[in-house]
């Protein structure tokens, strides 16, 4: 991706000679976020061009140099099955990350497949070859958890985590997501396997709401066919008037918020998580949605290591029960990652994988 | 106060006989609030109009018909020195009670001086006798403790510690104070006594940004001498760039909840405690103003009988060392409270108190 | 149960006539808890015997008088099928309510069948009639529960929601239940709806450890099979040598308070539950058990009424996937109440129910 | 420290060469610990004998190899005064760090001066010179801080703000503070910031409970004057019966939890913070002690950075109002470095402080 709504290009690079503590990945697949469609509209500030898209990936480990461990302690090998936390240099050592305690925050970390330029290296999913720095989180994929359904959930795993533990969903809670791309259906997996009483998820289109039931969701409502005032009533139905406990915005969209405070009931908590861009303002009114109701509106920014650990380990054991797998609508090699980005964009898919060593969409 | 905007009137009513469980009070003081001048031009939704304001009051009981206990557990015997909590009836057994556990969002509740009408009962502070419930939470005040520091903070008291509690402002928090009312010069208290490293308060008059300073907090800003961007820069080059740890609004202006977004540390605390009445919108950009941040954002609502007894504590304990009385700036007859509610609007004084023994205002 | 240790007695009593605000319940089942063997054995302080044994019961109201509601705000009516918080009389308006905020902790508070003697009226569940008095909490079964599955978790259900919730169990986390009683039951199955990875149950005999599996434990361990030693080491091993997360004692002897500090991870949560009755001591050794885990140790007393509605809507939720009603090894009638003691001391039972109007055991 | 009860020896190292991003410290102080007084008789595990002590310590930057940060962010240079968190290594990377996020029990951790053998470097305080690796958290002293007050404070200023932290300590507790060494004496400091009502604190001798009182305790209690059922009796009677919201042990002895448990709340937090060694076991009722009071028993292990970095802010801010300085009894060179473990042994002194430079005892 050479600058915004440049077409993309497929570019041949020479292999790293690595430094001590490094490892070279063989990529098996990378995801399309809607972040990355973002990047292409140049919607992200301060991205350093050209770069490598792609910031989750898992692949086999095709090099070490020096020793070289996982997260989970074991030492990363040739032939492991290896994946990594998409952010960086997390420095661990400065008042946001010891003080404030807010390392999603940190002013030092890089991202892969954003923040780094392909001048800085092969810093990106979409991709052959991917250098893992010595500062990087490696992470063994467990025995039993194939890569399929891993890069099925992508980083909306341990975003979607990350969000049902930042509302603090307990036994009981009713709980409302709005959006169900990658992050709101695994947000709705996760409500439910922490003891959510019941899920109500909204979105569109049918196979997303679909999926979305699939994988937790107990109920859906398709925002096609009811307008934001309809949907407002039919939570308040379903809540005996009382609103839902949490709800988690995974949707990008302004207005939804207007909505969700709409609908929250006094004392409940209300996670933002799908603004990772400027999408623009909303109305709020802070006596009517906030002072009076008591509630709690929490942002949600990023993931630590431990939110794609405990996400992976959630995939691994649920990857019978769970549908992981089906959210990924399609393979697409190298030379097609622009028609990925268009699939996604337009809704066409609901997770689009890159699989560097493919040939052909299947 | 017979209807919104209408002239208040002095009444006659008998003396109520009391049933068993009830007590009256022969008041000596009540507040004026900033509430009472909402209440009078009718921005409250839902009042019972005519009633008699004042929902916090002190004064000695005159009478007691059975077996009455305050809240500390000591009988309530004539000629003792005592308040309540403005707010009876909150059931603590519905579903909001019980499982919610909002109480201060209890259905069921009723305030003094608020959602009470004069044809209920002598339920409201601006009278000379105010009939205690079976229901309403009676306290004695500590032996040390004048009615005149008591009244000073009001109903400032215990919502400006419930704001500071909501925030959980801890050691070394830096915070910042929005509005210096009541509530927020009791903010500026509380926070400085649960540690805060710095409280830094804005607004107007200098009166009132003296008041503030003497009541704890470190540094004031003048809103009327400099504007919102300026208060901004002012508030990050305090903090090295970063933000408060902790905001408490506390003055009512939704455009104050832009300012505060904007001032907050990633991961901060920002409490809306200052929106008792509708004064409209403001617009808010999720992306950067609250998932970018991890702000979390916290409405606060009434108060618990506990913020009454533990502020009431407090200003017991710090008598000597802060000068709650100062902020009390005149004495109203009962004939004069409508000039008391006139000079809480045009902010010519701190707190007016209505004395319904005085003959004129000292 | 005139005296500890004394023959059980069925007494005839007249039908009370009700005060205002009262009910009539006519109990279809009531539970014999471990407490109640405590009970006969004289080991609780303070008790006033004689008294009609029962905390725990669900009935159909047979008579009311005046407005009488549940605390789902619906009025009770006759035919209603309804149980009771056992816990009657916490007050709400106390400092230990109010600021200390610890209700189950109240010394107002009364308990059905425990300390209540039966001179004060019927006020326990081994009774063919219950009188509901007028601030003993109500909760209507919901539509779909029948009274046996309810029964069947008796107060075990709420006390081990109560427990699951103070050891903050949440999602990934590995707990062990030590005890499988219908506390230690009950803990297993919701702990594993709040999201727990992995649930380990010690105890015996092999009903209850089947039982314990069946209703959501993962592996159970005999202890008549393994010593305390090799306990310690099979939970060592099944943690990667870190210990687990959250362990909860439900099995009210005192050394398995030593087994459990041994097997916390550091850092770990550890509920004690299980001591309702003095047991006798336990040699604790501060530095190795406490100080040095960073462990955090909870103890958990009572229940609330929202533990009880909680546990009651959960019990309705998963009547189809988990079998609560095959906890119940017995229904005994009124004259066979102290057999039903004997069979639950000797463990010959998971849970005994009394069934006033049963005339034999099925 | 050759090995455990041998004489101390000062012994001359060669000044090391620095790698990249290591800094060599002229020490100013270092303070000797009362686990420096186990250390010295063997009381510790797995101790690298023999081994420089000193895990706190002061200094001006006598060189400088490649860039070196501090905590702070601002760049370590030759003449700065900075002192280090004595634990270096925490890794940040582990699953104790990352998922159970129990970073003060990280495996990988070394502690300078406890757990460091002098054959592997210069790596305690008790020398002229002290080696700050690449990965030791160094701090730099805020420029109004005197190197007196802060090693005044020395570990226990961290550990006791940990504590008290460990506790929530919040506005209005009454807090029990067990042993008054540097621990104690910075927990009552440090929970009179927080906002406690009342801090009680108990041990000997004169000197020491003066020195609690002129730092923030409002009350002492001589353990050698009264027994520990009169402690008991005098703090339930200062608490009107209810007993302690928070207590803070501090002193290492066994039996001082048996006397914390009997003064707690229900409901209450009791830190265990004093037992850093082994010190042998105590008799604990499950069900007095910990059921019944719903009580929490809190192990506190170690410090963090964050810790370091806000007791010294603390220490900086109250230089005025507190005498942390006065806390030092007494500096000794390197050579009186036994002298000065008998004393504190002896309690003849509260804080003995090593200064390399000085030649004799002022």
Redesign the interface.
């Known amino acids: 991706m050479e600058a915004p709504e440049a077409p993309l290009r497929t570019v041949e690079r020479p292999v790293p000679s690595l430094q001590d503590g490094e490892a070279l990945l063989s990529c098996i697949y990378s995801e399309v976020c809607g972040t990355d469609v973002h990047l292409w509209h140049g919607a992200l500030a301060g991205v350093p061009y050209p770069l490598i898209p792609g910031h989750v990936a898992v692949g086999t480990v095709e090099q070490v140099k020096g020793e070289v ?1 996982s ?3 074991r030492p990363v090998k040739e032939g492991d099955l290896v994946t990594f936390h998409d952010v960086d240099k997390t420095c ?5 990350c ?5 390392p ?2 940190c002013p030092h970390r890089k991202v892969y497949g954003i923040t780094y330029s392909s001048e800085e290296g092969l810093l990106g999913g979409w991709a052959e070859k991917i250098l893992l720095t010595q500062t990087v ?1 490696i992470l063994h994929l467990p025995d039993e958890l194939d890569p399929e359904p891993f890069i099925a959930a992508g980083c909306g795993g341990p975003t979607g ?1 990350h969000a ?2 930042r509302g603090r969903v ?3 809670d009713k709980v409302y997501v709005q959006g169900i791309g990658p992050v709101g259906i695994a947000a709705c997996a ?1 409500a439910k ?3 959510a ?1 019941k899920v109500i998820a909204s979105g569109s289109p049918a196979a997303r709401l679909k999926a979305a039931r699939d994988m937790g969701a107990d109920e859906t409502l398709d925002i096609r066919q009811h307008s934001v005032e309809e949907r407002i009533q039919m939570i308040m139905d379903k809540t005996r008037g ?1 609103g839902v ?1 949490v709800i988690i ?1 995974a949707c990008g969209n ?1 207005l939804a ?1 207007k909505e969700g405070v709409s609908c929250l ?3 409940g908590r209300y996670v ?17 949605d ?13 993931t ?3 939110h794609v ?2 996400a992976m ?2 995939i691994a ?1 649920t990857r019978d029960r769970l549908p992981w797998q089906k959210c990924i609508s399609g393979f697409y090699p190298l030379e097609e990652a622009e028609q990925a980005l268009r699939d996604v964009e337009a809704l066409r898919v609901i997770k689009a994988v890159i699989a560097p060593s493919a040939t052909a969409n299947p």
Chains 1, 2, 3, 4 share one sequence.
């Open positions: 461990h997260l989970q302690g661990g050592r400065c008042w946001t010891l003080v404030a305690q807010q999603t925050r989180p985590l049902v533990l307990s036994l009981g996760f396997l922490c003891g009483e009382f406990d915005e302004p918020v009931r006094d004392g933002l998580v799908g603004h990772y861009t400027d999408a623009g303002s909303v109305d709020i009114n802070p006596h009517l906030i002072t009076k109701k008591h509630a709690e509106i929490l942002g949600c920014w990023g630590e290591p431990k650990w405990q380990d959630w054991r």
